[in-house]
């Protein structure tokens, strides 16, 4: 689904964000991106969005070389409140991008509403994003990604700007919703929405998420790869494979050894000299 070769980008003040990144993500995976702070996390992710030209190197989306924004992505940003409309209703913030896709009116805003249930929100539909708690208004921009039915769904640091419980509740939320179950439980559930390893890749339909995040346990926790930066500028130092039991919660999985073990060596490679 995603093939980077060689990808370098210094920026006009001659700084080397990333130099030389090599990375391949299948159709159906989550792959999860950290490194040390200023390691050009959100520069990669930029250049794969197409928002942002690369000075060297190639990145291909389906086999597509990207040159501009590809019509089949998506991206949700960490900061919710630049990325919602306040003066939209929710189910209008996450139908908007789908005027992209040619559908008609009705169809925008059913399948709106379906995102939003998937996300537990579909209550809140025709509230506006300034009358949610920040936790709700992030589940919106999730929404919004879904609905869209991108192939590939970039996520940039999205859990950052929320408190530790919502953050756990978001993560949860992921994994329900890539495994194709929807969200289950509620915001507060705690037993874990499960997550099949490899789910998205039945009927290869699945959609493949590319995750920048500076927590090393989310990186472990939801992902099936998490691969390390180093310290600017970015090149990949370790790409780890992640094999975790399904389904995967927020206290028995963080407790199994094999998680301890996965978090140390991913925390002892963002924090190598």
């Known amino acids: 689904m995603l093939d980077i070769t060689g990808l370098s980008h ?5 700084h080397q964000a990333v130099d030389g990144v090599e990375l391949h993500v299948d159709r ?5 991106i950290v490194g040390p702070s200023g390691c050009g996390k959100s520069t990669l992710l930029r250049c794969v969005a197409g928002l942002q030209r690369p000075s060297a190197g190639r990145i291909s ?7 501009g924004v590809p019509d089949d992505l998506a991206v949700v940003f960490q900061d ?3 990325s919602l409309f306040p003066w939209l209703t929710v189910r209008d913030n996450v139908a908007l991008p789908l005027r992209r896709r040619g559908l008609a009116r009705a169809e925008r805003r059913a399948r709106a509403l379906d995102a939003l249930a998937q996300v537990g929100l579909d209550a809140t539909a025709g509230k506006y994003p300034w009358q949610l708690s920040g936790g709700m208004q992030q589940r919106v921009a999730i929404a919004r990604a879904l609905a869209y039915r991108p192939a590939l769904l970039l996520m940039d ?12 509740d978001l993560e949860d939320l992921l994994l329900a919703v890539r495994g194709g179950a929807g969200h289950q439980g509620g915001a507060g559930h705690r037993g874990g929405a499960g997550h099949r390893r490899g789910a998205g890749h039945q009927g290869g339909a699945g959609t493949t998420i590319l995750l920048v995040t500076h927590d090393i346990d989310e990186s472990v926790y939801v992902a099936d790869r998490v691969v390390v930066l180093t310290g600017a ?3 990949v130092h370790s790409d780890l494979p992640v094999d975790l039991p399904a389904p995967r919660d927020q ?5 199994l050894p094999a998680f301890v073990r996965l978090r140390t060596e991913v925390g002892r490679a963002v924090r190598r000299p």
């Open 10 to 14: 210094r920026y006009e003040d001659g």
């Open 233 to 235: 500028p970015g090149r």
């Open 251 to 255: 206290i028995g999985t963080r407790a």
């Open 61 to 67: 989306v389906a086999g597509r070389a990207v040159d």
């Open 80 to 82: 919710y409140t630049r």
């Open 28 to 32: 159906g995976e989550l792959v999860s």
């Open 157 to 168: 640091e999205p859990f950052g700007s929320v408190d530790a419980q919502t953050r756990e």
